[in-house]
């Protein structure tokens, strides 16, 4: 647009050039926005003064110059509600590098965790202080002292914003007694006996522990500018729903949907395959509680049928996993488990052997196994192998219609359907994914989704047909997170409606989903046939070829991303630390940061997973050791961040400038720059009366 010409050319100003400035402003501006005049008068509702545009032009100017955000990345959380809140508490070591920057002189090594882990658990740390204290005295200067401190460490991590960023982030709480102390300089003239009256004041009316405890949650509220989920919030461990809810109390956050979250998103809109999946992974794991006290669903309709129809059958393939030693379950809790899961699994095969068959194009018929049963042998062939079978007693499979629900059977999943759907709270978590998500984001220039770019074997991207059209790349993400929000939003009973919540399945654990990236999903197999061979899932091509730079370099391209500063980060492929792997591949192009938070899985990779933290200085990853529960790591000051590593070092600070956000800043200054002549042209006029 020609803003630079007319900027310089107006300084100089003149009834002749006025004319030439109102035509280039009327070609070049209602030209390039048509109705840019309209959109100019409701811009003028927010700005409706010379004076009130040209000061917010002055304050996004400052804003550009101050440094970038910090960005904090986590992954694959799996349920792992108390090592989630824990790394946010903790910002992946951040906070702890705040404490250490300024106290490393004055305190002990050991004081300093204490200080770090107050922060992180204000309520816990405030008891345990106050059951120390020998007398209201020694009480008392302890609170002194930590409220000098936790000022400093507030004014520090909010220096980078502007101070009305920061009023708006202050608690409603205490808010306005935080902000005088954070702009109160005691160094300042008159100022250090008002500051250390605001703190012996709040002392004196007992009140130290609330503004503690305020002082904490900004100091983390401010710590990270934006959080990133790169997916796999569900499944194996125990809490979703809590992550949930903190998530949805988080002030800034993207979330790139995993398989596994698709799946619940599917289940919450009613797919009954996506809801018999879910079940059967909760029950895997012998974890009800996300689905009863989290979501409030009622599994007794499922242990009603279980216990009727699985009462003398052999249930010994569907023990369930315990992952949690510290849970104790009676013998009739785990065979009462066993039978729910033998249930829900054969209807899962079912309703799975429906949708392939309803949906030719998913190209996933050599998941139908359940008809490839040779009952006399206890055999199933796949994909023309035969192999023995663990089991073959499977009361409600009819032989000749094997993926035919029983009238006892639809009517379970009627009843389960209901529960998911008329779950308010699931229904709300849902929202959320949909509202903060997608399958992923160009961020501040790099990539992040959770699963793959699916690609052929010679490293081109792979084609799927969907829908008659052919798509891959970019154009298949778009598409494919189209066809997943119509799985919700469509209309009830609308064969869009049935395809979408299908695709959502297929997203799920269909051949070479972006989210799955495996040529199949080995449920069954890994259930029902002891030979482990037929357990394997073959990897999408993607995940060899993306170890090399120019094939990173490629996608990111497609992405329309470029520049030294450009990396992937990817989730869904737990990094197998203890043989060696680093998560750091393609010549630091791709970063592979599963959080490792799931148990289950941790004695493979060696260490609890990593997590990422993009500052103005540059990338930093952390690795964490296993998470041994809150109470551990109050008692030890447990950070679990273990090891810190710079990844990648900025050349010079990174400003907002360089970012999205500043991208984005500068498009609204140059709006207003031309609401500003809009004012001065008389077309828009001023109103002083708001
Ligand atoms: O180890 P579990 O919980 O039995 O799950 C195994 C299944 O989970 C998957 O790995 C998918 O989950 P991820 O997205 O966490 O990898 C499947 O490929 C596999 O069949
Ligand atoms: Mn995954």
Redesign the pocket.
Known sequence: MGEKVLWEHGKSGGSKFISRRRIVYLETYANEKGNGLRYLQMLAKQYPTVQSASSEIINLQAILNLPKGTEHFMS?IHGEHEAFLHILNNASGAIKEKVDLLYSDSMTKGERADLATLIYYPHEKLEEAEEAAVSAEELGNWYKVTLNRLVDICRLVASKYTRSKVRKALPQNYGYIIDELLNTNIGMFNKKEYYTNIISTIIHIECAKDVIIALCDTIKRLIVDHLHIVG?IFD?GPRADIIMDCLMGHHSVDIQW???DVLWMGAATGSRTCIATVLNNSI?YNNLEVIETGYGISLRPLALFANEVYQNVDTSCFATKIVNNNVTYSPKDLELAAKMHKAIAIIQFKLEGQLILRNPQFHMQDRLLLDKIDYKKGTVKIDGKEYPLSDTDFPTVDQNAPYLLREDEVRLMEQLKAGFQRSEKLQKHIKFLYSKGGLYKCFNGNLLYHGCIPMEEDGSFAEFELQGEKLSGKALMDHAEAVARQGYYAKGGTPEKQFGKDFLWFLWCGKNSPLFG?DK???FE?MLVPEESAWT?TKNPYYRHAMKKEVCLRILKEFGLEGQYSHIING?VPVKTKQGENPVKAQGKLIVIDGGFCR?YQPTTGIAGYTLIYNSYGIRLSSHEPFDGVKDAIEHNKDIVSTSVVFERADTRIKVAETDTGELLRANIEDLKWLLLAYKMGDIKENHNV
């Open positions: 694959d796999d194996r995993g398989n596994h895997t495996r999903i080995a449920t890994r899932e869904h289950a």
